[in-house]
Structure formats: C-alpha cells, structure tokens
C-alpha cells in the first residue's frame, strides 16, 4: 500500500483508507466488523475514517483495534451524533460548544484513545449556529490535547469557504470521476493552505454499475450524471470500478481515498487497485466532465 502526506500534518497515510461508517450498523454481527477492522490493518490500510453520528462504528473500533493504535490514523468527526428515543435512533446536530466538546470527549472513551488523531466538522455550523464560539471549541480540543488535528468534511463552496477562514488541517469532500467540481474550487484552496484532502466516495459508489436509478438523491443524482458520462467507452478494458478508484488515486493533491466496506473480499480487492493509469486516460476523463457537467 503506497502512504502519501496528509497535508502539513507531518502524518502519512494509506492512499486508500477505510470508511467505517457501514461498520457501525447495529445489525451488523460483531464478528464482522471486527474482521473488516483487522483486515483492512493487515492488508496495509493505515487511515479509518468514523464519526459519533456512525450508529456504534466508534464503539467497535475502540473494541476491536485500540490494541493496535500504533498502525493506524484515525480520524472522527463531531457536530452531530445519534441518541435513542422511544426505540428509534436519530441524529442529532449540535455545533454549541458544550456539544462539540462533550461529543469529542464522548469519542474518546469510546475509541479508547487519550488523544484523537483528527477530528473534523461533519459540515459546517449553519446559520442558527455561532460559527465563530463553534470553531472556537474545535480548535481548543487541539489547545488542550484531545486532538492532534482538526478539519471539517464538506463538500461545496462551504467547504472552500472553511478552508479560507479557519486554520484548519484537512478536509474531507466528494471527488470522483462523475463529480470533478472539486478540482475547480476546492484542490486550490487546501493547496494554498497545505491542507490534507480525505477523498469521500471515490468510486462514486458504484452507481455506474447500477442499471436501475437507486431510490434517493445520495445515489440516484450521480446514477442520473453516469447516464450521461461515457465511461465504459474511456475505461476500455479497465473494469468500472478499478478505473474509477483509479482516477481519484491519480490526482496529486490526494491524501487518501475512503472506502467503506462490510465485505473481507471486496476490502482485499480495493487494496489491490494503484494509481497507474494512463495520462491520456485521465485527460479523457476530465474532457468528457468539462463537457458534459463542467
């Protein structure tokens, strides 16, 4: 597994990571999580990507790879969180700074970590929200060593804004071969400020492989875009997905590329896929977006 730099952080880190929020599932047997936690260790991932609002995703890293907290980056997120109300969980928003800092310290029993490698906004504080009091209680759980890093996961204007007003060490947002906004607005700014980019859904979920339109905006908006992109005619003999991983992999200002996963062989598959392809391939990649969605 090639390790690149996550930005000023002085960290480096497994091009491809683990996304565990599928693993936080309550209906997930607990034998499965944990194969998919060691697993991903000895196949040479070194970057787990979790968040309080991830059902018991927390609850099941600290259980099962605390013992090995040497051999990986962990990286969590506060600003929402789940609580149980008459048999139903929901997900609850709260930039106050007495929730951030109660939902970072709640992270950190729970990891079973004195001190978290990264903590990131799972967006931003809306408009309802003291924005300045919010980063203000991020930024001191790094002051007061619960956290050695700090970041926000957004995707959008939103995010480049984030990048621009606060001292901020990575970020987290969307990039793939069907949404390419990101090298337009977003890749300049974490440059500038030597931030490290923690790519989400890099395959684009997969939704090119799909031959119905998925229910719901989070799939069916870029099942609709992959109707349109000629992907299959770009990739060639590469399988789908591969060339998709592959595309993100290639872009120089990515740290890592997230994955989530409840399957052992699709894990071990997802690691075995680099970052060799062809310049002209991606170039063709990046035409055809410009001209269809640019």
Known sequence: MNLRP???????????????????????PEEQA???????????????DTAAMYGVSEERIGRYVSDRQDDFVLATKCGDYQIEEAGTWKTVKDYSPEGITETIDASRKKL????????????????KDDEEAAYDALMGAKENGWVKF???SQ???KGADAAEQWDLDTQEFTYNVLFQEADTFLFPSLREHEMGAIIKRPIANAVYTMTERPEGAFNGVPWDRAQDYPLADIAGDIPLVDFALKFTLAHPDVSTAIIGTTNVDHLKANTAITDDLDNDLIEAAKSAWTELFG
């Open 150 to 152: 700090v970041g926000v």
């Open 155 to 157: 995707d959008g204007q």
């Open 34 to 48: 944990e194969s998919v936690l060691r697993t991903a260790l000895d196949a040479g991932i070194n970057f787990i």
């Open 6 to 28: 996550l930005g000023k952080t002085g960290l480096d880190v497994s091009e491809i990571g683990l996304g565990a929020a599928q693993i936080g599932n309550r209906s997930l």
């Open 112 to 127: 079973q970590m004195d001190v978290i490698d990264i903590v990131q906004f799972h967006g931003v504080p809306g408009d």
